[in-house]
């Protein structure tokens, strides 16, 4: 958890198959901050980008989880994908459903409070970890959203008030699924639906 996989315009040599957990996809700005533009979970490939031709990326891509994953020299990758066949249209797929992923986060960060952005966002995390439970700072968690600390703080607080969420100490457990998806913006249900669909 907290390793970086991918720095900003370094050559990508590994692409990663994920098996369990998750690697976030971030926006680097030249100041050194950075923010979440998508999650890659088991459902999905780190390092894709290679298979469309780039070499590397302008963004990070950071461990937010224990990963366990399946790795492929990028070259190797491009190899096969070039094929076409099952894995050409898989990969194709996965990068469908990424492109909705961002660019629903793009819309979703401009519109929509920040109560709806972290309930979004706890739903896509718990979609890819296994179990209602899983550790991640605020610090970590203001990161990913682009925001301050005290604003993770602020909204992590009225989720656990509505009783959606139990927050302590670094430790999110969500309580009521459901009930979370409505507190979220339409956006968590626009990525979820799509992935179903696709995948």
Not at 72 to 101: C, N, P, S
Not at 116 to 127: E, G, I, K, V, Y
Request: proline fraction near 2%; aromatic fraction near 8%; include cysteine.
């Amino acid at each position: 958890m907290g390793e970086i996989v991918y720095l900003p315009e370094e050559r990508i040599e590994e692409v990663y198959f994920i098996n369990r957990g998750i690697i976030s996809w971030l926006a680097a700005l030249e100041d050194g901050n950075t923010v979440e533009a998508g999650v890659i979970g088991p459902e999905g490939v780190a390092g894709i980008s290679v298979a469309l031709g780039a070499t590397s990326t302008p963004n990070q891509g950071l461990a937010q989880s224990p990963v366990e994953a399946l790795k492929i020299r990028a070259d190797d990758l491009v190899v096969e994908f070039r094929k076409g066949g099952k894995l050409h249209d898989l990969l194709l797929r996965f990068v469908h459903t990424m492109f909705v992923q961002v660019t629903q986060t793009a819309a979703c960060n401009r519109l929509h409070t920040l109560d709806q952005r972290l309930a979004r966002w706890l739903l896509l995390t718990h979609d890819r970890l296994d179990g209602d439970q899983f550790t991640l700072t605020q610090d970590f968690v203001s990161r990913m959203l682009g925001v301050r600390r005290a604003g993770v703080s602020v909204a992590a607080n009225a989720l656990r008030q509505m009783g959606l969420i139990d927050y302590h100490r670094g430790d999110f457990k969500i309580l009521n699924h459901r009930a979370l998806e409505d507190a979220a913006c339409e956006c968590y249900q626009i990525v979820k639906t799509e992935y179903d669909r696709v995948q």
